[in-house]
């Protein structure tokens, strides 16, 4: 990142054209900016409608315009919002005239973001939080974020290093004082047994992991079955478009093909893969192994079969939770049993009944959760090491007194690299990086 004495700029909402653009200018020249572009700078927090002018005078746009003044802003820093008419040439007229601005230049991805967590606005979980707030797409993937987002997640870390360190001040006062008679030595056994009870509660709350992973990537759904028993038919069918192709051809399908839906607020990716068969054909014979890669690592496995065909086997195919689905049910009368359910991608039968059953698998997967989970796999890595402290020092504790104190002392540390609290300047690059650019 350049000198963070610069000012910065950028587009801050979404594609053009739009109703409204938002232009965000941050640092030190944000409100000179502002005075040349607008004539005066608004009392701060206070939308004032605005002629905005470019270098020789001439008008770019009416507008909004908002000032934050440092460090009641996002980024803590002095602050300028110019709402624009949502035009691609207004918007690049804006940023031409910022850009000719001395000591101003185009912000990086995430670096209002940065700065926000540089001058202590928010830690490094309610960043992450943003930045999967912004991609959010499903109302469970709203929560998840939010409850980063919203500090839940931080207050959870920030307690119990609270706790940890507040253990490990009384086990080296009695250290001191172990000389002294009237010292109770119950006042370290219950110390323990609250390091106990945090090591308990990291242990769970890291358990939790593998579903925040679910609920932020998606619970991941794999079509599977002989050539031609429907399954790229199933997936047009449930994404409402003509995605995959449809033909007679047994072997049609060869890449997997992906769609994601939302059932019941949770994202679901759903995948088409080719039909399942020996072939010589090498092109085919890729798309079969591919597609039992895929349904080895799928959460739910949809198992086709044409119901006019002989029902194929489930076990030879993977050991994943998986619902045997019989298809065409539209050509068939009578007999349809063996299946967990039937259905017709031409007509719609059956379809409500699969979204419900996939919803089911993931009420009892998911459902009745907190969302406080660790999300990223950067901040169960640091709970992993905590937890490595932790059982080392409970380990420790009645050997020597000094070495589980330190290790309570590196727990709480490791906490505290969640929350960005302990230094993690060598990081910072990496997680702002895939931030989006004006946020
Ligand atoms: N009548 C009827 N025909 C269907 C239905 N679903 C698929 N078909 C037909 O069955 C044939 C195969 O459909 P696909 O969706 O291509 O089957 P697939 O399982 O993806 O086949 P591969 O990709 O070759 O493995 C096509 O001719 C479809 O029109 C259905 O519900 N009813
Ligand atoms: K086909
Ligand atoms: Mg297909």
Known sequence: MSSDLDTIYALSSGALPAGVAVVRISGPEAFAACQAIAGAVPQPRRARLMRLADAEGGAIDTGLVLAFRAPASFTGEDCVEFHLHGGRAVVRAMLDRLSAMPGMRHAEAGEFTRRAFENGKLDLVEAEGLSDMIVAETEMQRRLAMEQAGGALSGLYEGWARELTHARAMIEAELDFSDEEDIPGSVSATIWDGVAATTEAIRSHLEGGQAAEIIRDGYQVVIAGPPNAGKSSLLNALARRDIAIVTDVAGTTRDILEVQL?????????????????????????????????????????????????????????????????????????ETGGYDLVLSAKTGEGLDRLIAAIGDRLAVRLGGLSLSLPVRERQRGYLREALTHLEAALAARTLSPEFPSEALRAAAQSLGRITGRVDVEDLLDVIFSSFCVGK
């Open 262 to 334: 939302d059932i019941g607020g949770y994202a679901v990716r759903l995948y088409d893969t080719a039909g399942l068969r020996e072939t010589e054909d090498v092109v085919e014979a890729e798309g079969v192994r591919r597609a039992r890669a895929l349904a080895e690592k799928a959460e739910l496995v949809l198992l086709l079969n044409d119901l006019s065909e002989q029902m194929s086997e489930a076990s030879e195919l993977t050991d994943r939770d998986c619902l045997r689905i019989g298809t065409k049910v539209d050509m068939v009368s009578g």
